[in-house]
């Protein structure tokens, strides 16, 4: 694992009318690291997702993507900057197939214009011909390549999570935000995507992830960041933060040990 830092948030807040959903919140996430938030209901860390990746605009502090400043800048300006989120609701094209749901997600822009492709014109297939050879691999990527074909809304709901994370590796991403992954699948599923996250983690892929499944995190995570009332009240490693007095505590305050 490299040390170069890809994301650094620092002292970030935002608040809604009187409520401080995000207050003071500092971190950083390395290139090739999987670093998880975590924190009970309510804890902040939607609002940290959406104001990382330009959804919201932050109340006060910094976010450094790649060295640059990502304060102020739009949803697609922060995406061309390589990093890309999946949503916790699964947002999959129905009656696409699932090899056209990730040609979606492709930053390769058609070149060939308006008339060409009316008529067809050679350069319409091999543009085609690219971006599909380039979503296959993205499909290998997750282990669902021989899928390619099959409508959408076929898949189960565990391979639907696949092509969703398909879809945002065909953006070209260095950075992915995967909000909750692990929600609505199967021990076997989960499981798999857990190798899956591994895998693409072996290849150089940075995560920053937002779960609540407890064993997925401390199976997964190089780093996790907990969040209670929109502060930071720890950060480390999946063994140090277990047994940290103030997560246990802010978990017991819910009724849901970890
Ligand atoms: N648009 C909004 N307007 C007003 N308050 C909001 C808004 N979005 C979030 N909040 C409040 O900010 C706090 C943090 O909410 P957030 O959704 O970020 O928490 P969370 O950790 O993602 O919760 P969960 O685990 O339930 O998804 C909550 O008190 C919530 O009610």
């Known amino acids: 694992m490299t040390e170069e830092t890809l994301l650094k948030v620092e002292n970030l807040s935002k608040s809604f009318g009187g409520v401080n959903a995000v207050e003071n919140v500092s971190f950083e996430v390395r290139k ?3 670093v998880a938030v975590i924190g009970p209901n309510g804890a902040g860390k939607t609002t940290l997702f959406n104001l990382v990746t330009g959804v919201i605009p932050a109340t006060s502090g910094k976010i450094t993507f790649k060295g640059v400043s990502i304060i102020g800048k739009r949803p697609y300006q922060i995406a061309s900057l390589g990093m890309t989120r999946t949503f916790q609701n699964l947002q999959v094209f129905n009656n ?18 308006i008339l060409s492709s009316g008529l067809r014109l050679p350069n319409v297939y091999k543009e085609e011909k690219e971006v599909m050879q380039k979503a296959l691999q993205c499909l290998e990527q997750v282990g ?5 074909f099959e409508r959408a809304e076929t898949l189960p709901y565990g391979n639907q999570r ?3 994370i398909a879809r945002a590796v065909a953006a070209e991403p260095s950075f992915i935000l995967l909000d909750e992954p692990m929600a609505g699948l199967n021990p076997q599923e989960s499981r798999n995507l857990v190798n899956v996250l591994k895998n693409m983690r072996k290849q150089g892929m940075t995560f920053l992830f937002v779960e609540h ?7 997964i995570a190089d780093k996790i960041v907990v969040l209670d009332y929109g502060k930071k009240i720890a950060e480390g490693t999946p063994e140090e933060i277990a047994s940290n007095p103030k997560v246990i505590a802010a978990y017991l305050g819910e009724e849901e040990a970890i």
């Open 96 to 113: 696409m197939t699932v090899i056209e749901n990730v040609m979606t997600g492709s930053h390769i822009r058609l070149k060939t214009g």
């Open 144 to 148: 669902i390549a021989d899928l390619a």
């Open 213 to 219: 499944d407890m064993e997925t995190v401390m199976s």
């Open 32 to 34: 090739g690291e999987i």
């Open 162 to 164: 696949l092509l969703e």
